[in-house]
Nanobody
Framework: QVRLVESGGGSVQTGGSLKLSCEASGNTYGKFCMGWFRHAPGKKREGLAVERRDGSPLYADSVKGRFTISKDNAKNTLYLQMNSLKPEDTAMYYC????????????????????WGQGTQVTVSS
């Protein structure tokens, strides 16, 4: 079992930045791949940025060039640096982990992910 806890959400104005963190705990000894998703009211959950099996990042077109995923393996913590935020980025942001590390291309499917955090809210005002 892997437990994921997100932090770092908040409210910012258009053009602002936020950095989300996701700390993994529990059975973190095996290989697993982590990523970020978001869910806005009335929309499907969207995969944003995930790590592939080889550690390279994969980004959805909607965030490419604005969001950056990174990981501190020593701390078992995943980050999402979000720049140039827009009102349409407003959503609940979730961290997720997949134990098979099969995700390698977009679109990023939530169904490949086994563990989920509780989410952190990001609100971008115009």
């Amino acid at each position: 079992q892997v437990r994921l806890v997100e932090s770092g959400g908040g409210s910012v104005q258009t053009g602002g930045s936020l950095k989300l963190s996701c700390e993994a705990s529990g059975n973190t000894y095996g290989k697993f791949c982590m990523g970020w998703f978001r869910h806005a009211p009335g929309k499907k959950r969207e995969g944003l940025a995930v790590e592939r099996r080889d550690g390279s990042p994969l980004y959805a077109d909607s965030v490419k060039g604005r969001f950056t995923i990174s990981k501190d393996n020593a701390k078992n913590t995943l980050y999402l640096q979000m720049n140039s935020l827009k009102p349409e980025d407003t959503a609940m942001y979730y961290c997720a982990a997949e134990i098979r590390c099969v995700v390698s291309a977009t679109p990023i499917s939530e169904y490949d992910y086994n563990y989920w955090g509780q989410g952190t809210q990001v609100t971008v005002s115009s």
